[in-house]
Protein backbone atom coordinates (compact mmCIF):
# COMPACT_ATOMS: atom_id res chain seq x y z
CA UNK A 1 0.00 0.00 0.00
CA UNK A 2 2.85 2.09 0.92
CA UNK A 3 5.15 1.60 -2.04
CA UNK A 4 1.31 1.90 -4.52
CA UNK A 5 0.41 5.56 -2.69
CA UNK A 6 3.97 7.23 -3.24
CA UNK A 7 3.36 5.91 -7.06
CA UNK A 8 0.59 8.31 -7.69
CA UNK A 9 -0.54 5.94 -10.50
CA UNK A 10 -3.75 4.04 -11.07
CA UNK A 11 -6.47 3.28 -8.41
CA UNK A 12 -3.46 5.31 -5.65
CA UNK A 13 -3.62 8.66 -8.30
CA UNK A 14 -7.71 7.93 -7.97
CA UNK A 15 -7.32 8.13 -4.10
CA UNK A 16 -5.00 11.03 -3.98
CA UNK A 17 -7.48 12.86 -5.93
CA UNK A 18 -10.40 12.12 -4.05
CA UNK A 19 -9.05 12.70 -0.66
CA UNK A 20 -8.03 16.21 -1.62
CA UNK A 21 -11.08 17.02 -2.88
CA UNK A 22 -12.82 15.78 1.00
CA UNK A 23 -9.75 17.61 2.39
CA UNK A 24 -10.89 20.97 0.83
CA UNK A 25 -14.43 20.45 1.63
CA UNK A 26 -13.76 19.93 5.04
CA UNK A 27 -11.65 23.13 5.27
CA UNK A 28 -14.53 24.75 4.04
CA UNK A 29 -16.98 23.11 6.67
CA UNK A 30 -14.68 24.53 9.28
CA UNK A 31 -13.80 27.78 8.02
CA UNK A 32 -16.11 29.22 10.84
CA UNK A 33 -14.37 27.79 13.82
CA UNK A 34 -11.14 29.37 13.68
CA UNK A 35 -12.79 33.14 13.64
CA UNK A 36 -15.81 32.83 16.12
CA UNK A 37 -14.00 35.41 18.58
CA UNK A 38 -13.47 37.83 15.36
CA UNK A 39 -17.10 37.44 14.03
CA UNK A 40 -18.85 37.97 17.39
CA UNK A 41 -16.83 41.14 17.51
CA UNK A 42 -17.07 42.42 14.09
CA UNK A 43 -20.79 41.46 13.79
CA UNK A 44 -22.00 42.11 17.51
CA UNK A 45 -23.36 38.45 17.97
CA UNK A 46 -24.07 36.90 21.67
CA UNK A 47 -22.14 33.70 22.86
CA UNK A 48 -25.87 32.04 22.17
CA UNK A 49 -26.06 32.89 18.73
CA UNK A 50 -22.91 31.71 18.02
CA UNK A 51 -23.37 28.35 19.27
CA UNK A 52 -26.25 28.54 17.02
CA UNK A 53 -24.16 29.46 14.03
CA UNK A 54 -22.12 26.36 15.33
CA UNK A 55 -25.21 23.97 15.03
CA UNK A 56 -25.92 25.78 11.48
CA UNK A 57 -23.14 24.23 10.54
CA UNK A 58 -23.91 20.59 10.66
CA UNK A 59 -27.93 20.72 10.19
CA UNK A 60 -28.30 20.77 6.48
CA UNK A 61 -25.87 18.06 6.07
CA UNK A 62 -28.32 15.28 7.88
CA UNK A 63 -30.55 16.10 4.22
CA UNK A 64 -27.96 16.62 1.93
CA UNK A 65 -26.06 13.42 2.43
CA UNK A 66 -29.29 11.81 1.10
CA UNK A 67 -30.16 13.31 -1.38
CA UNK A 68 -26.88 13.57 -2.52
CA UNK A 69 -26.20 9.63 -2.18
CA UNK A 70 -29.14 9.19 -4.80
CA UNK A 71 -27.85 11.71 -7.13
CA UNK A 72 -24.03 9.42 -6.70
CA UNK A 73 -25.76 6.04 -7.48
CA UNK A 74 -27.25 7.49 -10.74
CA UNK A 75 -24.54 9.89 -11.84
CA UNK A 76 -21.29 8.87 -10.67
CA UNK A 77 -18.81 10.24 -8.10
CA UNK A 78 -16.52 12.24 -10.33
CA UNK A 79 -19.95 14.81 -11.94
CA UNK A 80 -21.41 14.69 -7.96
CA UNK A 81 -17.89 15.90 -6.23
CA UNK A 82 -17.34 18.50 -8.93
CA UNK A 83 -20.47 20.41 -8.96
CA UNK A 84 -20.69 19.95 -5.16
CA UNK A 85 -16.71 21.82 -4.88
CA UNK A 86 -17.98 24.78 -7.67
CA UNK A 87 -20.85 25.45 -5.62
CA UNK A 88 -18.97 25.79 -1.84
CA UNK A 89 -17.81 29.13 -3.62
CA UNK A 90 -21.26 30.37 -3.66
CA UNK A 91 -22.10 30.30 0.16
CA UNK A 92 -18.16 30.91 1.48
CA UNK A 93 -18.90 33.96 -1.01
CA UNK A 94 -22.43 35.00 0.89
CA UNK A 95 -20.79 34.37 4.86
CA UNK A 96 -18.17 36.35 3.73
CA UNK A 97 -20.17 39.08 2.81
CA UNK A 98 -22.54 38.88 5.72
CA UNK A 99 -23.60 41.66 7.76
CA UNK A 100 -26.17 40.70 10.71
CA UNK A 101 -26.67 37.30 12.71
CA UNK A 102 -29.80 36.88 10.07
CA UNK A 103 -27.50 36.78 6.68
CA UNK A 104 -24.41 34.29 9.00
CA UNK A 105 -27.20 31.97 9.69
CA UNK A 106 -28.67 31.60 6.18
CA UNK A 107 -25.35 31.40 3.88
CA UNK A 108 -24.05 28.89 7.37
CA UNK A 109 -26.86 26.90 6.64
CA UNK A 110 -26.10 27.25 2.62
CA UNK A 111 -22.85 25.95 3.40
CA UNK A 112 -23.37 23.51 5.69
CA UNK A 113 -24.52 21.01 2.41
CA UNK A 114 -20.49 20.91 1.17
CA UNK A 115 -20.03 18.62 4.63
CA UNK A 116 -22.10 15.92 2.63
CA UNK A 117 -18.72 15.62 0.33
CA UNK A 118 -18.17 12.68 2.34
CA UNK A 119 -20.33 10.11 1.43
CA UNK A 120 -19.30 10.61 -2.56
CA UNK A 121 -15.57 9.80 -1.75
CA UNK A 122 -16.65 6.59 -0.15
CA UNK A 123 -18.47 5.57 -3.35
CA UNK A 124 -15.34 6.59 -5.27
CA UNK A 125 -12.41 4.69 -3.21
CA UNK A 126 -14.64 1.50 -3.24
CA UNK A 127 -15.20 1.02 -7.01
CA UNK A 128 -11.08 1.42 -7.34
CA UNK A 129 -9.83 -0.85 -3.94
CA UNK A 130 -10.81 -4.66 -3.47
CA UNK A 131 -12.59 -5.87 -0.35
CA UNK A 132 -9.13 -6.65 0.95
CA UNK A 133 -8.13 -3.42 1.11
CA UNK A 134 -11.34 -1.07 1.46
CA UNK A 135 -10.91 -0.64 5.35
CA UNK A 136 -7.39 1.17 4.98
CA UNK A 137 -8.25 2.66 1.35
CA UNK A 138 -11.13 4.34 3.22
CA UNK A 139 -9.36 5.31 6.28
CA UNK A 140 -7.02 7.23 4.12
CA UNK A 141 -9.64 9.03 2.76
CA UNK A 142 -11.86 10.03 5.41
CA UNK A 143 -9.05 10.45 7.92
CA UNK A 144 -6.64 12.84 5.52
CA UNK A 145 -10.39 14.81 4.44
CA UNK A 146 -11.25 15.34 7.64
CA UNK A 147 -7.32 16.79 8.68
CA UNK A 148 -8.72 19.45 6.43
CA UNK A 149 -10.56 20.89 9.94
CA UNK A 150 -7.27 21.14 11.62
CA UNK A 151 -5.67 22.28 8.63
CA UNK A 152 -8.25 25.34 8.74
CA UNK A 153 -7.70 26.00 12.23
CA UNK A 154 -3.72 26.40 11.68
CA UNK A 155 -3.83 28.04 8.25
CA UNK A 156 -6.77 30.55 7.97
CA UNK A 157 -5.64 33.09 10.69
CA UNK A 158 -2.30 33.04 9.43
CA UNK A 159 -3.79 34.09 6.02
CA UNK A 160 -6.08 36.35 7.85
CA UNK A 161 -3.60 37.92 10.04
CA UNK A 162 -1.11 38.37 6.49
CA UNK A 163 -4.10 40.36 4.95
CA UNK A 164 -4.97 42.43 7.79
CA UNK A 165 -3.73 45.38 5.79
CA UNK A 166 -6.52 45.16 3.22
CA UNK A 167 -9.35 45.37 6.50
CA UNK A 168 -8.21 48.42 7.78
CA UNK A 169 -5.90 46.69 10.28
CA UNK A 170 -8.11 44.38 11.51
CA UNK A 171 -7.72 40.54 10.94
CA UNK A 172 -9.01 39.76 7.69
CA UNK A 173 -11.85 37.26 8.28
CA UNK A 174 -14.20 37.73 5.52
CA UNK A 175 -11.17 37.44 2.94
CA UNK A 176 -9.48 34.05 4.35
CA UNK A 177 -13.20 32.14 4.42
CA UNK A 178 -14.00 33.45 0.54
CA UNK A 179 -10.58 32.42 -0.09
CA UNK A 180 -11.76 28.16 1.15
CA UNK A 181 -14.71 28.84 -1.12
CA UNK A 182 -13.13 29.66 -4.52
CA UNK A 183 -9.85 27.36 -4.18
CA UNK A 184 -12.95 24.23 -3.56
CA UNK A 185 -14.20 25.64 -6.97
CA UNK A 186 -11.44 25.61 -8.79
CA UNK A 187 -10.43 22.57 -7.36
CA UNK A 188 -13.69 21.06 -8.22
CA UNK A 189 -12.72 21.84 -12.15
CA UNK A 190 -9.26 20.02 -11.85
CA UNK A 191 -11.13 16.90 -10.54
CA UNK A 192 -13.96 16.67 -13.45
CA UNK A 193 -11.06 16.69 -15.51
CA UNK A 194 -8.74 14.55 -13.96
CA UNK A 195 -10.80 11.92 -11.92
CA UNK A 196 -12.54 8.48 -13.39
CA UNK A 197 -15.24 6.57 -11.98
CA UNK A 198 -14.26 3.15 -12.54
CA UNK A 199 -10.87 1.00 -13.82
CA UNK A 200 -10.85 0.44 -17.61
CA UNK A 201 -13.59 -1.89 -18.37
CA UNK A 202 -15.75 -1.96 -15.25
CA UNK A 203 -19.24 -1.06 -15.16
CA UNK A 204 -20.67 1.01 -12.97
CA UNK A 205 -23.59 -0.23 -10.60
CA UNK A 206 -26.59 1.66 -10.08
CA UNK A 207 -29.74 1.26 -8.25
CA UNK A 208 -32.72 0.46 -10.88
CA UNK A 209 -35.16 2.67 -9.90
CA UNK A 210 -34.20 6.08 -8.15
CA UNK A 211 -35.95 8.74 -5.35
CA UNK A 212 -35.63 6.14 -2.51
CA UNK A 213 -33.26 3.53 -0.87
CA UNK A 214 -34.15 -0.03 -2.26
CA UNK A 215 -34.52 -2.48 0.33
CA UNK A 216 -34.91 -6.66 0.14
CA UNK A 217 -37.13 -7.44 2.55
CA UNK A 218 -40.70 -6.33 4.18
CA UNK A 219 -38.93 -6.38 7.76
CA UNK A 220 -35.96 -4.21 6.30
CA UNK A 221 -38.66 -1.81 4.74
CA UNK A 222 -40.24 -1.01 7.91
CA UNK A 223 -36.83 -0.33 9.75
CA UNK A 224 -35.83 1.73 7.25
CA UNK A 225 -39.05 3.84 7.52
CA UNK A 226 -38.34 4.12 11.65
CA UNK A 227 -34.65 4.71 11.33
CA UNK A 228 -35.16 7.85 8.38
CA UNK A 229 -37.06 9.68 11.80
CA UNK A 230 -34.51 11.06 13.38
CA UNK A 231 -33.28 12.40 10.44
CA UNK A 232 -36.05 15.02 9.78
CA UNK A 233 -36.43 14.94 13.64
CA UNK A 234 -33.41 16.74 14.78
CA UNK A 235 -34.48 19.27 11.98
CA UNK A 236 -37.10 20.03 13.97
CA UNK A 237 -34.82 20.28 17.28
CA UNK A 238 -32.83 22.60 15.04
CA UNK A 239 -35.77 24.79 14.46
CA UNK A 240 -36.90 25.05 18.00
CA UNK A 241 -33.20 25.90 18.88
CA UNK A 242 -33.70 28.67 16.29
CA UNK A 243 -36.98 29.89 17.81
CA UNK A 244 -35.61 29.53 21.63
CA UNK A 245 -33.03 32.38 20.43
CA UNK A 246 -36.06 34.77 18.86
CA UNK A 247 -35.05 34.16 14.96
CA UNK A 248 -38.38 32.04 14.44
CA UNK A 249 -41.37 33.14 16.20
CA UNK A 250 -44.26 30.29 16.98
CA UNK A 251 -46.01 30.75 14.08
CA UNK A 252 -43.27 30.10 11.73
CA UNK A 253 -41.82 26.99 14.27
CA UNK A 254 -45.14 25.29 13.52
CA UNK A 255 -45.12 26.22 9.97
CA UNK A 256 -41.31 25.00 9.72
CA UNK A 257 -42.69 21.00 12.08
CA UNK A 258 -45.67 21.02 9.26
CA UNK A 259 -42.70 21.16 6.63
CA UNK A 260 -40.61 18.46 7.57
CA UNK A 261 -43.76 16.23 8.32
CA UNK A 262 -44.40 16.57 5.08
CA UNK A 263 -40.79 16.02 4.04
CA UNK A 264 -40.87 12.69 6.30
CA UNK A 265 -43.81 11.85 4.38
CA UNK A 266 -42.51 12.30 0.82
CA UNK A 267 -39.22 10.63 1.53
CA UNK A 268 -41.51 7.79 2.94
CA UNK A 269 -43.49 8.10 -0.42
CA UNK A 270 -40.51 7.62 -2.10
CA UNK A 271 -38.81 5.11 -0.60
CA UNK A 272 -42.38 3.36 -1.47
CA UNK A 273 -42.60 4.16 -4.83
CA UNK A 274 -39.09 2.11 -5.36
CA UNK A 275 -39.81 -1.04 -2.44
CA UNK A 276 -44.05 -1.26 -3.84
CA UNK A 277 -43.29 -4.48 -5.64
CA UNK A 278 -41.65 -6.33 -2.62
CA UNK A 279 -44.33 -4.58 -0.09
CA UNK A 280 -46.76 -6.24 -2.50
CA UNK A 281 -45.67 -9.57 -3.10
CA UNK A 282 -44.77 -8.92 -6.56
CA UNK A 283 -41.37 -9.52 -6.16
CA UNK A 284 -39.00 -11.54 -3.98
CA UNK A 285 -35.33 -11.63 -4.00
CA UNK A 286 -32.72 -14.39 -4.59
CA UNK A 287 -30.76 -15.18 -1.48
CA UNK A 288 -27.68 -14.19 -2.40
CA UNK A 289 -29.17 -10.47 -3.65
CA UNK A 290 -31.01 -10.05 -0.15
CA UNK A 291 -28.99 -7.25 2.60
CA UNK A 292 -30.14 -6.67 5.89
CA UNK A 293 -31.18 -3.37 6.77
CA UNK A 294 -30.57 -3.78 10.11
CA UNK A 295 -27.10 -4.29 9.68
CA UNK A 296 -27.33 -0.82 8.15
CA UNK A 297 -29.18 0.78 10.92
CA UNK A 298 -26.15 -0.54 13.43
CA UNK A 299 -23.56 1.54 11.19
CA UNK A 300 -25.90 4.68 11.25
CA UNK A 301 -25.97 4.28 15.68
CA UNK A 302 -22.38 3.80 15.46
CA UNK A 303 -21.09 6.78 13.55
CA UNK A 304 -23.97 8.63 15.38
CA UNK A 305 -21.46 8.09 18.48
CA UNK A 306 -17.98 8.24 16.93
CA UNK A 307 -18.18 10.81 13.81
CA UNK A 308 -21.59 13.09 15.71
CA UNK A 309 -18.65 13.38 18.88
CA UNK A 310 -16.07 14.35 16.79
CA UNK A 311 -17.62 17.22 15.01
CA UNK A 312 -19.32 18.14 18.33
CA UNK A 313 -16.03 18.03 20.68
CA UNK A 314 -14.10 19.75 17.94
CA UNK A 315 -16.32 22.51 18.41
CA UNK A 316 -16.15 22.90 21.96
CA UNK A 317 -12.53 21.54 22.79
CA UNK A 318 -10.71 24.92 22.89
CA UNK A 319 -13.17 26.25 24.98
CA UNK A 320 -12.52 23.40 27.46
CA UNK A 321 -8.88 23.52 27.49
CA UNK A 322 -9.05 27.52 28.07
CA UNK A 323 -11.53 27.30 31.33
CA UNK A 324 -10.39 23.91 32.34
CA UNK A 325 -6.97 25.44 32.68
CA UNK A 326 -6.65 29.04 32.35
CA UNK A 327 -5.09 29.41 29.02
CA UNK A 328 -4.80 31.79 26.27
CA UNK A 329 -6.96 31.45 23.43
CA UNK A 330 -4.14 30.38 20.92
CA UNK A 331 -2.43 27.47 23.13
CA UNK A 332 -5.87 26.20 23.73
CA UNK A 333 -6.70 26.52 20.58
CA UNK A 334 -3.51 24.93 19.49
CA UNK A 335 -3.82 21.90 22.32
CA UNK A 336 -7.65 20.98 21.03
CA UNK A 337 -6.33 20.71 17.34
CA UNK A 338 -4.77 17.56 18.84
CA UNK A 339 -8.22 16.29 18.23
CA UNK A 340 -8.29 16.39 15.25
CA UNK A 341 -4.41 15.84 13.93
CA UNK A 342 -5.19 12.65 14.89
CA UNK A 343 -7.18 12.02 11.55
CA UNK A 344 -3.81 11.40 10.03
CA UNK A 345 -3.54 8.35 11.17
CA UNK A 346 -6.38 6.93 13.38
CA UNK A 347 -8.94 7.31 11.10
CA UNK A 348 -6.60 5.09 8.23
CA UNK A 349 -5.66 3.06 11.62
CA UNK A 350 -9.11 1.80 11.97
CA UNK A 351 -9.21 1.04 8.59
CA UNK A 352 -6.20 -1.10 8.51
CA UNK A 353 -7.18 -3.01 11.87
CA UNK A 354 -10.29 -3.56 10.39
CA UNK A 355 -8.84 -5.36 6.97
CA UNK A 356 -6.01 -7.11 9.03
CA UNK A 357 -7.97 -7.96 12.70
CA UNK A 358 -9.68 -10.79 10.65
CA UNK A 359 -13.25 -9.08 12.00
CA UNK A 360 -14.54 -6.34 10.56
CA UNK A 361 -17.18 -6.61 13.29
CA UNK A 362 -15.37 -7.13 16.55
CA UNK A 363 -13.01 -4.19 15.33
CA UNK A 364 -16.23 -1.99 15.38
CA UNK A 365 -17.35 -3.63 18.99
CA UNK A 366 -13.68 -2.84 20.25
CA UNK A 367 -13.10 0.00 18.81
CA UNK A 368 -16.16 2.08 20.19
CA UNK A 369 -15.83 0.22 23.53
CA UNK A 370 -12.44 2.04 24.24
CA UNK A 371 -14.18 5.23 22.78
CA UNK A 372 -17.27 5.05 25.40
CA UNK A 373 -14.70 4.13 28.21
CA UNK A 374 -12.82 7.43 27.12
CA UNK A 375 -15.03 9.76 27.27
CA UNK A 376 -15.98 8.81 30.61
CA UNK A 377 -12.65 9.13 31.65
CA UNK A 378 -12.05 12.83 30.09
CA UNK A 379 -15.43 13.88 32.28
CA UNK A 380 -12.99 14.14 35.23
CA UNK A 381 -10.47 16.15 33.58
CA UNK A 382 -10.48 19.43 35.29
CA UNK A 383 -7.87 22.25 36.34
CA UNK A 384 -6.35 20.31 39.16
CA UNK A 385 -5.27 17.44 36.46
CA UNK A 386 -1.48 17.66 35.23
CA UNK A 387 -2.05 19.32 31.44
CA UNK A 388 0.15 17.04 29.55
CA UNK A 389 -1.70 13.94 30.75
CA UNK A 390 -4.86 15.14 29.64
CA UNK A 391 -4.18 16.36 26.61
CA UNK A 392 -2.27 12.42 26.24
CA UNK A 393 -6.22 11.20 27.63
CA UNK A 394 -7.31 13.73 24.36
CA UNK A 395 -5.96 11.90 21.95
CA UNK A 396 -5.91 8.32 23.02
CA UNK A 397 -9.77 9.52 22.79
CA UNK A 398 -9.50 10.76 19.16
CA UNK A 399 -7.60 7.47 18.37
CA UNK A 400 -10.73 5.45 19.26
CA UNK A 401 -13.39 8.10 18.09
CA UNK A 402 -11.64 8.27 14.44
CA UNK A 403 -10.27 4.70 14.03
CA UNK A 404 -14.19 4.31 15.10
CA UNK A 405 -15.03 6.03 11.76
CA UNK A 406 -12.84 4.28 9.85
CA UNK A 407 -14.27 0.61 11.04
CA UNK A 408 -17.93 2.24 9.99
CA UNK A 409 -16.76 2.77 6.79
CA UNK A 410 -14.60 -0.08 6.36
CA UNK A 411 -17.71 -1.92 6.30
CA UNK A 412 -20.76 0.15 4.49
CA UNK A 413 -19.06 -0.53 1.23
CA UNK A 414 -19.56 -4.37 1.61
CA UNK A 415 -23.44 -3.81 2.60
CA UNK A 416 -24.95 -3.37 -0.93
CA UNK A 417 -22.57 -2.33 -3.72
CA UNK A 418 -25.28 -0.89 -5.82
CA UNK A 419 -26.40 1.45 -3.10
CA UNK A 420 -23.46 2.52 -1.38
CA UNK A 421 -23.83 5.77 -2.35
CA UNK A 422 -27.61 5.83 -0.27
CA UNK A 423 -26.29 3.29 2.42
CA UNK A 424 -22.88 6.03 3.12
CA UNK A 425 -25.51 9.04 2.65
CA UNK A 426 -27.64 7.61 5.17
CA UNK A 427 -25.16 5.99 7.75
CA UNK A 428 -22.70 9.46 7.50
CA UNK A 429 -26.15 11.29 7.74
CA UNK A 430 -26.66 9.67 11.20
CA UNK A 431 -22.91 11.46 12.27
CA UNK A 432 -24.15 14.74 11.56
CA UNK A 433 -27.66 13.74 13.20
CA UNK A 434 -25.11 12.99 16.57
CA UNK A 435 -23.15 16.04 15.88
CA UNK A 436 -26.76 18.15 16.56
CA UNK A 437 -27.80 16.52 19.07
CA UNK A 438 -24.77 16.65 20.89
CA UNK A 439 -24.28 20.50 20.09
CA UNK A 440 -27.81 21.16 20.89
CA UNK A 441 -27.43 19.56 24.46
CA UNK A 442 -24.30 21.32 24.74
CA UNK A 443 -25.86 24.40 24.46
CA UNK A 444 -28.31 23.72 27.04
CA UNK A 445 -25.52 23.33 29.70
CA UNK A 446 -24.14 24.99 32.53
CA UNK A 447 -20.49 27.22 31.85
CA UNK A 448 -17.48 25.34 33.27
CA UNK A 449 -16.39 22.06 34.81
CA UNK A 450 -20.07 20.79 35.54
CA UNK A 451 -21.47 21.07 31.86
CA UNK A 452 -18.26 19.42 30.85
CA UNK A 453 -18.44 16.62 33.00
CA UNK A 454 -22.08 16.15 32.03
CA UNK A 455 -21.60 16.28 27.88
CA UNK A 456 -18.24 13.81 28.10
CA UNK A 457 -20.41 11.49 30.40
CA UNK A 458 -23.35 11.52 27.52
CA UNK A 459 -20.94 10.53 25.00
CA UNK A 460 -19.29 7.99 26.64
CA UNK A 461 -22.62 6.11 27.83
CA UNK A 462 -23.93 6.42 24.54
CA UNK A 463 -20.97 4.98 22.90
CA UNK A 464 -21.23 2.04 25.31
CA UNK A 465 -24.91 2.10 24.76
CA UNK A 466 -23.64 1.32 20.71
CA UNK A 467 -21.02 -1.16 22.00
CA UNK A 468 -23.39 -3.90 22.94
CA UNK A 469 -25.65 -3.71 20.12
CA UNK A 470 -22.78 -4.21 17.78
CA UNK A 471 -21.46 -6.47 20.16
CA UNK A 472 -24.92 -8.76 20.12
CA UNK A 473 -26.44 -7.69 16.91
CA UNK A 474 -23.65 -6.67 14.39
CA UNK A 475 -23.04 -9.53 11.62
CA UNK A 476 -19.83 -9.88 9.59
CA UNK A 477 -20.04 -8.81 6.15
CA UNK A 478 -19.88 -11.35 3.39
CA UNK A 479 -16.90 -10.87 1.04
CA UNK A 480 -15.23 -8.67 4.00
CA UNK A 481 -11.78 -9.94 2.44
CA UNK A 482 -12.56 -10.94 -1.26
CA UNK A 483 -10.08 -10.37 -3.77
CA UNK A 484 -13.13 -9.06 -6.24
CA UNK A 485 -16.58 -6.66 -5.29
CA UNK A 486 -19.91 -8.36 -4.62
CA UNK A 487 -21.54 -8.26 -7.93
CA UNK A 488 -18.76 -8.90 -9.54
CA UNK A 489 -17.52 -11.77 -11.38
CA UNK A 490 -14.42 -13.60 -10.25
CA UNK A 491 -13.16 -13.43 -14.01
CA UNK A 492 -13.88 -9.53 -14.12
CA UNK A 493 -11.50 -9.42 -11.05
CA UNK A 494 -9.24 -11.23 -12.52
CA UNK A 495 -8.53 -8.84 -15.37
CA UNK A 496 -8.97 -5.72 -13.61
CA UNK A 497 -6.43 -6.48 -10.85
CA UNK A 498 -3.82 -7.02 -13.10
CA UNK A 499 -3.93 -3.93 -14.89
CA UNK A 500 -3.86 -2.54 -11.36
CA UNK A 501 -0.78 -4.40 -10.53
CA UNK A 502 1.21 -3.47 -14.17
CA UNK A 503 -0.10 0.52 -13.33
CA UNK A 504 1.80 -0.05 -10.05
CA UNK A 505 5.19 -1.01 -11.89
Known amino acids: M ?58 LTVPARIIIGMVLDKYGPRITYSLLLMYAAIPCIAFAMAQNFSQLVISRLALSIVGAGFVIGIRMVAEWFPPKEIGIAEGIYGGWGNFGSAAAAFTLPSIAVGTAFLAAGQINWRLAIALTGIIAAIYGVIYLLNAQDTPSGKVYQRPKRHGGMEVTSRKSFWLLMLMNIPLVGILGVLAWRIAQIGLLNQSQLLIVYLLLVGLYLFQAYKCWDVNHELMTGKKRYSLDDRYEFSQVALLELTYFVNFGSELAVVSML ?84 QAGEGSTFAIVPLIKRRVTGQIAGNVGAYGNVGAVAYLTLYSFLPDGEVGNRIFFQTLGITALIVTFLCWFFLKEPKGSFAEHHEGEAPELAAEILPVFNEELK
Open 2 to 59: LKGLLSFKGRYRILHLTWFAFFLSFVVWFNFAPFQTAVKEAIGLTEGQVRTIAICNVA
Open 318 to 401: PGFFETSFSLNKVLAGMIAASYAFMNLFARPGGGWVSDTLGSRRWTMTVLTAGMGISYLLMSGVNSNWWLPLAILLTMACSFFV
